[in-house]
């Protein structure tokens, strides 16, 4: 459970990766959409090892820029560098799409 209703937690030993919503009902579908992105990857439920994920991701409480969420990132060279531009954003503070534009070094891609 989450504060945004039941979530599916994906982790492996490097870390977090995938976070996904199910309405009630829709579990098996949600779940087959996430491991979809990871095909070869075996699953197994162990919600004693995703608990403390679920914990560090919806409790405010939990966050702290010294002790960053290790996430396994899919992505292209692009969305990756976004995303490391992202986390360079304090927590609390909020940027434009053109900071990130400029900062990844593409000052036209605002939009993208």
Not at 30 to 48: I, K, L, Q, S, T
Not at 72 to 79: A, H, K, N, S, Y
Request: aromatic share 10%; charged share 25%; proline share 7%.
């Amino acid at each position: 459970a989450s504060p945004f209703g039941l979530a599916l937690v994906m982790v492996t030993d490097r870390g977090l990766a995938g976070c996904a919503f199910a309405d009630p009902g829709d579990e098996r579908a949600c779940f087959e959409d996430m491991a979809g992105r990871w095909p070869n990857a075996d699953y197994v439920e162990d919600r004693e090892a995703t608990a403390p994920y679920a914990a560090r991701i919806f409790d405010p409480s939990m966050w702290s820029a010294d002790r960053p969420l290790r996430v396994v990132l899919l992505g292209t060279d692009f969305q990756v560098r976004v995303w490391e531009s992202l986390l360079k954003i304090p927590m609390g503070r909020a940027v434009t799409y053109s900071h990130i534009a400029c900062d990844i070094g593409q000052p036209t891609a605002s939009r993208a």
